[in-house]
């Protein structure tokens, strides 16, 4: 190995120790998070609580994964350094998008969910149903993921915990906008009193509203997500067609330093694209 094949190995080395410092970063902080929300609760919460994994579970260190092991087989190929450098970079990437789609996809499913929910528990309670009853009503008629939160909040209510407290626990169990607009509504309103069917068709209206401009928004952004990979699509089928046509002279051009360098650096811009193109096609509202 040449001298700048070992300094380039050694930054890629330096920047995979880089993003795992700061995900093991991330993990303590939100493990202490945790441990002082515990310390600073209310004296009325059970100490030997059933801990419930906040929704939705990510899973960072897939593109680590994906990333090293992309790394280790294109190595163990021959493949040279700068190509195997890039096409980890590239695997990371792209694992880290479908975790995401994924993710998302997930939260949308819950979202609906709560929807459905919030509109069962409304026409319970103008039926004359007490608020606890209705919350069982929609704990067993709801699917999961959201069966499993809701169970858990229903049966602390019933233990004699504090209502307001697991309610507002909801939220932080799952931390998504509109499960925060429906704690702090529900733990507002249960102290409160009042009638609590008039606020949840608000509650539910905006629900459903976001939910519906979000999948427009995502239809919208489509076309800009196909159009880059139609674009990786005819480079890499182009590529494949130079190499089926002068297979020497295309190998003995990768495979040197300056074409590995080139093909590399096509590689990185290509990745820097679908991450820009991800990031403009990100929805916060």
Request: charged share 15%.
């Amino acid at each position: 190995m040449q001298w700048y094949e070992i300094s380039l190995l050694f930054v890629f080395l330096g920047l995979t120790c880089i993003a795992s410092y700061a995900w093991r970063d991330i993990r303590i902080r939100r493990r202490y998070v945790r441990r002082l929300d515990g310390f600073f609760s209310s004296i009325r919460k059970p100490l030997h609580q059933r801990r419930i994994r906040t929704f939705p579970t990510r899973y960072r260190f897939i593109p680590l994964v994906m990333g090293g092991a992309a790394m280790v087989l294109l190595m163990g190929g021959e493949v040279p350094l700068p190509f195997a450098c890039a096409a980890a970079l590239l695997t990371g990437v792209v694992s880290y998008l479908i975790e995401t789609h994924f993710i998302q996809r997930q939260s949308n499913e819950i979202e609906l969910q709560l929807a459905d929910s919030i509109d069962l528990i409304l026409s319970l309670l103008q039926s004359g149903m007490t608020l606890p009853k209705a919350l069982e009503m929609a704990m067993h008629e709801t699917g999961h993921p959201f069966k499993h939160y809701l169970a858990d909040m229903v049966g602390r209510i019933r233990l004699g915990d504090d209502p307001s407290t697991v309610i507002q626990q909801l939220a932080k169990q799952i931390p998504l906008e509109t499960f925060q607009l429906f704690s702090s509504i529900l733990s507002v309103q249960w102290w409160s009193g009042g009638s609590l069917a008039t606020t949840l068709v608000n509650v539910s209206a905006v629900v459903r509203s976001r939910i519906e401009l979000d999948q427009r928004i995502r239809t919208q952004s489509v076309e800009s997500q196909l159009s880059v990979l139609s674009i990786l699509l005819i480079t890499y089928g182009l590529s494949f067609m130079m190499w089926h046509v002068n297979p020497t002279s295309m190998e003995t051009f990768l495979f040197s330093t300056i074409g590995s360098y080139l093909g590399a650096g096509a590689i990185i811009a290509q990745t820097i694209g679908i991450i820009w193109i991800s990031k403009l096609s990100e929805i916060k509202f």
